[in-house]
T-cell receptor, first 118, second 112 residues
Framework: GAVVSQHPSRVICKSGTSVKIECRSL??????MFWYRQFPKKSLMLMAT?????????EQGVEKDKFLINHASLTLSTLTVTSAHPEDSSFYIC??????????????FGPGTRLLVL | GENVEQHPSTLSVQEGDSAVIKCTYS??????FPWYKQELGKRPQLIID?????GEKKDQRIAVTLNKTAKHFSLHITETQPEDSAVYFC???????????FGQGTTLQVKP
């Protein structure tokens, strides 16, 4: 149990377009999902916390109008990078908290989405 | 807010040797400390975790120790194998939020 999927795995887009990334918990219900950004050879930087049925909570310095998060169901959260620019190119990873195994605080990660903005 | 420091940033050991990675945290209220292993281009995988009500936890070749007083915790890998080569991240929870704050990561290389 505790499998998290993410789609797409890789996306290339033109500057100015918007990109939507989906994060799904496949075998458990996740009331809370998290979105991270990871630069090459760097650590995971928390961008926002996504709670089902409510507005996302963004970390300091993360533009909420730039990174739109929707958590419409207990198994799906989406991150939309609006008007993407080359500096938005990165590895975006989601995680979901819950699952039958482990502590309730345990986060299980999706496989990540590599975004390249040209 | 919570801050997590991780050392060393890189670690190279011979196959069969032990590897130790150390982390310190700043918020004494943190009560959950997971360790993740991330291979290149892959997702972080939980390898072991510990809660603040225990001082040590072991799972085969992997163990984690926690010193609440000193606010530090360590990952111990014994009998290392080449497939243990990866980046390892420690993390500390922020109470009541579910958030995890990650350390900077340690690149472990196990030489055959």
């Amino acid at each position: 149990g505790a499998v998290v999927s993410q789609h797409p795995s890789r996306v290339i887009c033109k500057s100015g377009t918007s990109v939507k990334i989906e994060c799904r918990s496949l075998d458990f219900q996740a009331t809370t999902m998290f979105w991270y950004r990871q630069f090459p050879k760097k650590s995971l930087m928390l961008m926002a916390t996504s709670n089902e049925g409510s507005k996302a909570t963004y970390e300091q310095g993360v533009e909420k109008d730039k990174f739109l998060i929707n958590h419409a169901s207990l198994t799906l959260s989406t991150l939309t990078v609006t008007s993407a620019h080359p500096e938005d190119s990165s590895f975006y990873i989601c995680s979901a908290r819950g699952g039958r195994q482990g502590a309730r605080e345990t986060q299980y990660f999706g496989p990540g989405t590599r975004l390249l903005v040209l | 807010g919570e801050n997590v420091e991780q050392h060393p940033s890189t670690l190279s050991v011979q196959e069969g040797d032990s590897a130790v990675i150390k982390c310190t945290y700043s918020d004494s209220a943190s009560n959950y400390f997971p360790w993740y292993k991330q291979e290149l281009g892959k997702r972080p995988q939980l390898i072991i975790d510990i809660r603040s009500n225990v001082g040590e936890k072991k799972d085969q070749r992997i163990a984690v120790t926690l010193n609440k007083t000193a606010k530090h915790f360590s990952l111990h890998i014994t009998e290392t194998q080449p497939e243990d080569s990866a980046v390892y991240f420690c993390a500390a929870s922020i109470p009541r939020t579910g958030k995890l704050i990650f350390g900077q990561g340690t690149t472990l290389q196990v030489k055959p």
